[in-house]
T-cell receptor, first 115, second 111 residues
Framework: DTGVSQNPRHKITKRGQNVTFRCDPI?????LYWYRQTLGQGPEFLTY????????KSRLLSDRFSAERPKGSFSTLEIQRTEQGDSAMYLC?????????????FGEGSRLTVL | QQPVQSPQAVILREGEDAVINCSSS?????VHWYRQKHGEAPVFLMI?????EQKGHDKISASFNEKKQQSSLYLTASQLSYSGTYFC????????????FGTGTRLKVLA
């Protein structure tokens, strides 16, 4: 399978714990995005990378959220001291900037439940 | 700023048509359309770049108005497979490739 891969698919944690999600994009894609989606809502922009450089982080994100993309390949999204309001689906997407459409290819997401 | 989609939800019978709108308070550089089925990842449908542009494939088409503040998605002779939630993804500034998604429109097609 050569699509976007996310792990773990589901994570249940207690409030106050740290969690980390991993995203493996399509191999030749240079852009990588993280979005958060709650039930019935559109994906909410969190951050994005071009290669290893983080271009922007949403001002809505607290300092508890951090993302990295070492070597411009896979990316990790870490949430420290989780809160119940962090419960959501975390979507990763990748794209190739040079492509005509800039189409985003999404992974199936990592669902976080904070108890 | 998040674009607003309308309607929020629509129920159709097979063969009926639907229009989904995506509106922004500011002019956009581009707009994407995606469909997300329950429990699945969003899937790209098409992109519009130019004011006044209309494009489509099969029975799904879209338009981008001249001011580039509104896009509409047209679903013609709907099929059961069209059911899902539709999102517009908007790029406000050329070259940023930063996409802000709309509020979503839930579409259900009944037999």
């Amino acid at each position: 399978d050569t699509g976007v891969s996310q792990n773990p698919r589901h994570k249940i944690t207690k409030r106050g714990q740290n969690v980390t999600f991993r995203c493996d994009p399509i191999s030749e894609h240079n852009r990588l995005y993280w979005y958060r989606q709650t039930l019935g809502q559109g994906p909410e922009f969190l951050t994005y990378f071009q290669n290893e450089a983080q271009l922007e982080k949403s001002r809505l994100l607290s300092d508890r959220f951090s993302a990295e993309r070492p070597k411009g390949s896979f990316s990790t999204l870490e949430i420290q001291r989780t809160e119940q309001g962090d419960s959501a689906m975390y979507l990763c997407a990748s794209s190739l900037v040079s492509a005509n459409t800039g189409e985003l290819f999404f992974g199936e997401g990592s669902r976080l439940t904070v108890l | 700023q998040q674009p607003v989609q309308s309607p929020q939800a629509v129920i159709l019978r097979e063969g009926e048509d639907a229009v989904i709108n995506c509106s922004s308070s500011k002019a956009l550089y581009s707009v994407h359309w995606y469909r997300q089925k329950h429990g699945e990842a969003p899937v790209f449908l098409m992109i519009l770049l130019k004011g006044g542009e209309q494009k489509g494939h099969d029975k799904i088409s879209a338009s981008f108005n001249e001011k580039k503040q509104q896009s509409s998605l047209y679903l013609t002779a709907s099929q059961l497979s069209y059911s899902g939630t539709y999102f517009c993804g908007t790029e406000a500034t050329s070259g940023t490739y930063k996409y802000i998604f709309g509020t979503g429109t839930r579409l259900k097609v009944l037999a």
